[in-house]
């Protein structure tokens, strides 16, 4: 996981008016490519949702269709002007998260196919 400056800006603003932090990208039909930003346990993580590591100090969850569609892409979250989705933090900003990605080598492939995805409280210090 990536992110531009931009975004970790973002998202530190968010979290010294929120506290700890969340993001979850469902891939649903109006949010493919737009992470959610949520307080820290206020989105449920489902059985099928995968952490794909942090950016920016924060867990990032994606869905398990999603993953499956892009699991050999790197994801950077990026910020664009423009609302939020109407749950995701952000919304008032007048800012937006966006994941943009690209496909991964296949070097950095065979590394990450085996790699530890920090995403748990011991991690706090990762992305």
Do not use: K, N
């Not at 968010?14 to 949010?31: I, N, T, V």
């Not at 493919?32 to 794909?52: K, T, W």
């Not at 892009?70 to 910020?79: E, G, K, S």
């Amino acid at each position: 996981m990536l992110a531009t400056e931009a975004a970790l800006a973002l998202i530190r603003t968010l979290a010294a008016q929120h506290g700890p932090l969340m993001f979850h990208q469902s891939g649903g039909c109006c949010d493919g490519s737009a992470p959610m930003c949520y307080p820290a346990g206020d989105f449920v993580v489902g059985d099928h949702d995968r952490c794909l590591g942090r950016v920016g100090g924060v867990p990032f969850y994606i869905s398990g269709p999603q993953f499956e569609v892009w699991q050999h892409t790197q994801l950077i979250v990026d910020v664009v002007p423009g609302r939020g989705g109407m749950f995701s933090l952000e919304g008032p900003t007048g800012s937006r998260f966006l994941t943009r990605s690209r496909v991964y080598t296949d070097e950095e492939w065979a590394v990450l196919a085996d790699a530890r995805v920090p995403c748990g409280p011991d991690a706090a210090g990762a992305g």
